[in-house]
């Protein structure tokens, strides 16, 4: 089909071709940079060059070739922009057909007699509000003119003295063994390192660096990593980690995974072929067939991208719970799980693995499994009543739970999948478990709100006002109504509490810090105990799971970072011997020391020098002296946008004052330049950044985030005040900021 659409290209363009100076079939080229645009034939004549150009895409998909699509002299910026086509229209889609191929003959003005190669491609947007240069895309570099190198394509090799680089690095790691799922030092703090070499890469091409988003999933902390390119294809990074596993990872814009250890070095060999059929098969994962590993690690590497997991099709159910009845949905859940169990055993039967990616396998499958299980029941607490129905009337099945009984929930070898994170994540939530949340010590202020209205504000309080005052109390001091009872039961009262609340709001704010807040300090921590005391017993109870379970106590665990927030210091450290007594794992009770070291952490630091600070201080050292609010978010990141949103009246409030500003920073590939330019408008954004992806990704490095929206505060001395602000809480936070950069200057 390719080479009839071809023949049917040239013969059309025969017909209307002036005189020809020369015809080069195969041009040779010195870098592909695109997987789907490749250059056949080029023609030359006195009046107009053509280019042949065959897009290999998937099928039904789009391409197209924009007024800004040129060729210029390699390594120049003389640029000749298409002047017409043939086979499609200048701007216009271009769709593909069942076999993902189409061909186009592009029309450029004459090049000189002098040109020796080619580069082609397209200009894609302007860079930024206040430059005039745009950003390209060149799909081919370095395509000969000469027809003497027709068929001449760079060759993807590994130089010898790459090879002795890579073998160096490997001899040199401290662990030279795998460590087994059910080592005793499975849980340990360390570094991983990779290194590795991209054959084919050339800087040209466009990236200069990747990203590994490794976590401490214990203690929340992200621990972004860079990996850097050097000119000659080599790259290499050093992964904080406290436990062997899979670390997910962006390179060439393209996600990949790592097996990786604490200690252990690995080393790996990348092909750009693979990145380019990357770059055409965009609905799938990059595969990464030609990848070689080395060192220790190497045949478990192997084993995962030889036999990658195979991953449940994405359920939504959010829709879900409206069409599909509970006893259904996991009915169908359980078969795609015995399909997934016994492809794998088939697997097994052909292959021998790694003891590694065998339980990755198979623990993949039963979390992800389990997830979605978890999430069903949870997203019917976001249904609304126009959205309500029979079906998400239906109760669960009193059995709906079992599947966590096929979850290894003592097995730490849990921890190797990158799945591990989302399914701590909804368990820890799960619906079951959540009346241990509301739990609390019921406590009696010194003072009813009535008596420190009358008494100290000499406020006579109307008669219907004291009777909601006891009815709310009555609700909530009720023993014998659930958590949600009580919420069903104050919604009838509550446009007038809100009502009453906005009447005494000053009064409210001064009874709360005289005789609220200092009694809730002083019980915060036996209310703690006390949710647990009750999760312990749903978890028991309802899910029949054992409360000493490696995977629960590392729930206990994650939650400590938000307790220790609302505890003081000496409050705290009671609270953490508290935990650490009921804690049978030595590592979770050191990580949990780790966390309570960070949450009182008090002073600010100066920033680490390195490349990620020089990119970071080049914009915000123009601020020196102000308090400087840093929103890292992206127009593609709903809570960013709504966090954005909701502050626009408090921006505006402090437009202008002495003493602070708030800044943005984005990339350019999360945040597309139209949507950027109308949401900076919109919002009336000032001290906007938009930077390239890989500066960015040094951003993350710095600050330790992998997710966005993240928010920072630096002093007007240059240190970092908070390295995670809850801009969500800023009118009650500002001034714990004011006071703590008063007393660093």
Known sequence: MKKLILAALMLAAAGTLAAKDKIIDSPGYEVQNSGIDHVTRIELGKKETRLYVTTTFM?????????????????????????????GEIGEWIFTPASGDTSVVLIFPPLDKSVKKIDFGMELEQKDVDSSSNVEKIDVFGISLDPKESG?????????????????????????????????????????????YIKGYDPRIGFSSGILYAKNEITHEDFPCVIELLPDGRFTADVPM?????????LANRSTTFYLEPGATTAVILDWNDFLLADRYRDREGEFKNTVFLGPLAQINDDLKQYPVRYRKWVNTHEAVKTIAPADFKKQQDSLLTQELAALKAETEQHAFTPQALSIKKNCALMRHATYLLEYPSSREYISSDEANDITRTPLPEDYYDFLQLI?????????????????NRLEYCKPLQPGYAQSTVLTPAKT????????????????????????????????????????????????????????????????????????????????????????????????LSADALAWQIVKARALGFQFQQLDKAGAREYLTEFKAGISNPFLAREAEQMFEMTYAEAPYVLPEGKGADI???????????????DFWATTCGPC??????????????????????????????????????????QELEHTFRITEGDHN????????????????????????????????????????????????
């Open 449 to 544: 709100f009535t008596q420190y209205l009358e008494e100290e504000e000499k406020i006579t309080v109307p008669e219907d006002e004291k009777a909601l005052l006891r009815q709310v109390r009555e609700i909530f001091e009720n023993e014998e109504l659930s958590m949600e009872q009580k919420m069903e039961s104050y919604k009838e009262v509550e446009p007038l509490v809100i009502a009453f609340n906005e009447k005494y709001k000053l009064e409210t704010e001064n009874y709360a810090k005289i005789y609220v807040e200092p009694l809730f300090a002083a019980n915060r921590s036996s209310s703690f105990q006390k949710q647990w005391e009750a999760k312990d017993s749903l978890l028991a109870n309802k899910l029949h």
């Open 152 to 196: 001449k394509t760079p060759r993807h090799i590994v130089p010898e003295e790459i090879k002795a680089w890579l073998e160096a690095e490997v001899a040199r790691s401290d662990r030279q063994v795998p460590t087994a799922p059910d080592a005793p030092d499975f849980l340990r703090n360390g570094k991983a390192r990779l290194v590795g």
């Open 641 to 682: 946008v709504a966090g954005i949103q909701q502050m626009k009246e408090t921006r505006a409030r402090y437009k202008g004052n002495d003493y602070f500003v708030f800044i943005f920073i984005t990339d350019d590939r999360s945040s597309p330049k139209e949507r950027y330019d109308e949401f900076v408008a919109e």
């Open 698 to 745: 040094y951003l993350r490095e710095l600050f330790r985030f992998n997710g966005i929206p993240h928010y920072i505060v630096i002093g007007r001395n240059g240190e970092v005040l908070e390295n995670n602000f809850r801009m969500y809480n800023f009118e009650y936070e500002l001034p714990k900021i004011l006071e703590k950069d008063s007393e660093s200057n």
């Open 59 to 87: 099928p039904n998909w789009w391409n197209s070739f924009d007024k800004t699509t040129f060729i210029q002299e390699s390594g120049t910026k003389n640029r000749l922009y298409i002047k017409d086509m043939i086979g």
């Open 616 to 630: 970071f201080r080049s914009i915000a050292d123009r601020f020196r002296g102000k308090i400087v609010f840093v």
């Open 242 to 250: 406290n436990h062997p596993g899979e670390v997910f990872g962006y």
């Open 408 to 424: 290894p929930m003592n097995d730490q070898a849990l921890m190797l999948s990158t799945d591990f994170s989302m399914f701590i």
